[in-house]
């Protein structure tokens, strides 16, 4: 069994924030996949269901950002599971809007909800980071992550939520090369040809006449 976990805030103020994309995300693995409907438990609210024959339960901690861990080591501790069954989906300043990137273990680097986290279970968890951007100075970290996604930011966030839903059965499995396939996919599809590129038959070339001049001619229509 997996517990797969989204970071965000409760309540319609913050659904659509930069902070919020964990939530976002798990709405979206929830949809894909045929999760049932969202109950309350383990202070958050969770959808237990398979990816074929893996288990897994989604998990939106409703105890706001910097308390999620008292949500995610509930959870762990009631389903009996180790930090490496958890999988973490948070927004990441330090990455450009649209990367994802699968990271194990490691430090929190100053997200107030992988600190919480790390305090109730410690760090060797997994997490996906969503890159969402810098505002370019730390001071104004705390309300550019608490301000809703532009509409300029729609297409590469539809791209990278949708992926995320593609490839959750492949992190479920264990496999994160073949999650950051499934998102890269979404973001960066292959290009399509367009047209056929197949050679085209051309005409055969009509054979030359027989020359029938005398030298004698042929000098003189040269200088005529």
């Known amino acids: 069994m997996k517990l797969i976990v989204g970071?965000?805030?409760?309540?319609?103020?913050?659904?659509?924030?930069?902070h919020n994309i964990g939530f976002m995300v798990l709405d979206q693995i929830a949809a894909d996949h045929g999760f049932?409907?969202?109950?309350?438990?383990?202070?958050?609210?969770v959808s237990e269901g398979r990816f074929g024959s893996t288990r897994a339960v989604l998990l939106k901690p409703e105890t706001y950002m910097n308390?999620?861990?008292?949500?995610?080591?509930?959870?762990?501790r009631f389903h009996k599971l180790t930090p490496e069954d958890v999988i973490v989906f948070h927004d990441e300043i330090d990455l450009a809007p649209g990367k994802v990137r699968w990271k194990a273990g490691g430090g929190h680097a100053g997200h107030n909800g992988l600190r919480s986290i790390h305090a109730h279970i410690g760090a060797e968890y997994g997490r996906v980071r969503l890159g969402v951007g810098h505002p370019g100075h730390k001071d104004a970290v705390p309300g550019y992550v608490l301000r809703d996604f532009p509409k300029a930011d729609q297409g590469w966030l539809d791209d990278v939520v949708r992926g995320c839903g593609d490839g959750a059965?492949?992190?479920?499995?264990?496999?994160?090369?073949?999650?950051?396939?499934?998102?890269a996919l979404r973001?960066?599809?292959?290009?399509?040809?367009?047209?056929?590129?197949?050679?085209?038959p051309t005409a055969p070339k009509p054979e030359p006449e027989a020359d029938t001049r005398s030298p004698l001619q042929k000098l003189m229509d040269r200088f005529s």
């Open 7 to 18: 970071l965000g805030n409760p309540g319609p103020k913050y659904a659509r924030n930069r």
């Open 36 to 45: 049932p409907a969202w109950k309350s438990k383990h202070q958050g609210v």
């Open 67 to 76: 308390k999620s861990g008292d949500s995610v080591g509930a959870a762990m």
């Open 169 to 183: 059965p492949h992190l479920a499995a264990g496999d994160p090369a073949k999650f950051m396939n499934a998102v």
């Open 187 to 200: 973001v960066n599809p292959p290009r399509s040809g367009t047209g056929d590129k197949t050679p085209k």
